[in-house]
């Protein structure tokens, strides 16, 4: 009985099974080629709507802080976190959590 139902699953030399695979493989390969070289800071071919101040990453939908002194002035957790300083910003500002 083991060997019936070893029978009833495809082998792996099948050659249906080979070719659809190869088919998917050359579809991502064209796809990968075709597709356009990802630009750093945007997702998914949208503008950014937050970018951090001090290393220009995309903070669109992430958790961001906004400085309450300096105007239109975001930055991400992380320099944030090592107190990034661009002119005029000082790391002592009061500040928001987006």
């Not at 995309?58 to 002119?87: N, P, Q, T, Y």
């Amino acid at each position: 009985m083991g060997r019936s139902r070893a029978a009833s699953h495809a082998a792996p030399d099948d050659p249906g099974q080979s070719r659809s695979k190869r088919k998917r493989g050359t579809q991502n390969v064209e796809n990968t080629e075709s597709a356009p070289p990802e630009v750093p800071g945007i997702t998914d071919g949208k503008k950014a709507l937050y970018h951090c101040n001090y290393c220009n990453k995309d903070i669109s939908g992430k958790i961001r802080i906004k400085c309450v002194v300096c105007s239109d002035f975001d930055l991400c957790v992380e320099c944030f976190s090592v107190g990034a300083e661009v002119h005029p910003h000082k790391s002592n500002h009061p500040y928001r959590v987006m």
